[in-house]
């Protein structure tokens, strides 16, 4: 926002003046120059900066998925996730402090309207999502992100001298600790936002099963390759362009392929509260639905994440199977063989 020059100040003082009586008395500008010379430009008050936050103090848990889900706490924590180490969840207290962590790293990898080369500033980020209309503070409900990506946010952020905040400290040095912001680090960063006016225990539940699909996603070859023969292969062409344009319609970047088939098996498969997505909102039957989901849910390789999902599927309402022309996924030992994973994809951008 372009700042405004003096004589547009003055303006509004004598507005002031002229529509507040006793007070105009406290801010009144003589109409005539004074007679002693011209005086020294009138400069801002100096002000103190802000004192030095205390440094956060968020110990590092293991819990299970039940445990988490449960927690009901007033400030954030982080849990490595009892069944996969690889897989950190941070659990916020209110949408305000998951996004002073984590908005700045959604910019930079998935959001198609921010810039890929550079890290924005807090100012232009909270400028660019309230031109939109936009409340910061819902700028993703939950987050997740590979450990490469985590990695490439902090190498960039500090190549250009860009200062972080608390929050952002905290997680870069965390993730020091766990040595992800080494070349070849395998872990997943997945957050979670607490019990508010807008989530409330459903909607919870709902993210965080929404959040763990993408976690194995960046941390297991073999679900990747199911995810990829989803996407490529089950789906359809026009199925593709209408989860595409769901996802589009939500500020992702659509020219992301890996992000794409990340984000269509999480919808898909592992989002079932309608207050966030229905396979009607791309056009798909509920019969249609329930073979890609069956399907899927039987070759995936994680017994934890399977359950997860069996747990979803229970939750929503039956619909008749139908039939389906889609080829069966492929087998278990195809979806461990070696060339899994290896897309350009996988890579940061």
């Not at 002073?100 to 309207?113: C, G, P, S, T």
């Not at 902090?154 to 952002?168: D, V």
Request: hydrophobic content about 45%.
């Amino acid at each position: 926002m372009r700042g405004r020059g003096p004589w547009f100040w003055i303006a509004g003082l004598l507005l002031l003046v002229i529509a507040g009586g006793g007070l105009g008395a406290l801010l009144w500008v003589p109409l005539s120059p004074p007679a002693s010379p011209t005086p020294a430009p009138i400069q801002a008050p100096i002000q103190a900066p802000p004192p030095e936050p205390a440094a956060l103090d968020i110990p590092l848990r293991t819990a299970s998925i039940a445990a988490i889900d449960a927690r009901r706490g007033t400030g954030p924590a982080v849990f490595r996730l009892d069944v996969d180490p690889a897989i950190l969840v941070l659990d916020f207290p209110d949408l305000h402090i998951q996004a002073l962590m984590l908005n700045r790293v959604a910019a930079l990898i998935e959001k198609a309207d921010m810039p890929r080369e550079r890290v924005v500033t807090e100012a232009e980020l909270d400028a660019h999502v309230r031109a939109a209309g936009e409340d910061p503070d819902q700028y993703y409900y939950g987050h997740d992100y590979r450990a490469a990506d985590l990695a490439r946010f902090f190498r960039l952020a500090e190549s250009q001298g860009m200062p972080l905040n608390p929050y952002e400290t905290w997680l870069r040095d965390l993730l020091n600790r766990e040595g992800w912001l080494q070349d070849g680090a395998v872990g997943a960063l997945i957050s979670i936002p607490g019990l508010t006016a807008d989530i409330d225990a459903a909607a919870r539940t709902a993210i965080l099963r929404h959040e763990l699909s993408h976690a194995v996603y960046f941390t297991d070859p073999a679900y990747v390759a199911l995810t990829r023969h989803l996407w490529n292969d089950l789906l359809t062409d026009n199925e593709r362009a209408a989860i595409r344009k769901f996802l589009g319609d939500d500020g992702y970047d659509v020219k992301n392929e890996d992000l794409m088939a990340n984000e269509g098996q999480a919808y898909l498969i592992h989002t079932r509260d309608p207050r966030y997505f229905t396979p009607a909102v791309i056009g798909m039957g509920p019969a249609r639905a329930a073979i890609l989901r069956g399907n899927f849910i039987a070759a995936i390789p994680e017994p934890w994440l399977r359950d997860s999902a069996l747990a979803v599927s229970a939750a929503a309402p039956p619909v008749s199977a139908g039939t389906s022309s889609a080829p069966e996924p492929p087998s278990r030992d195809v979806q461990h063989g070696s060339e899994v994973g290896q897309s350009p994809h996988s890579a940061p951008p």
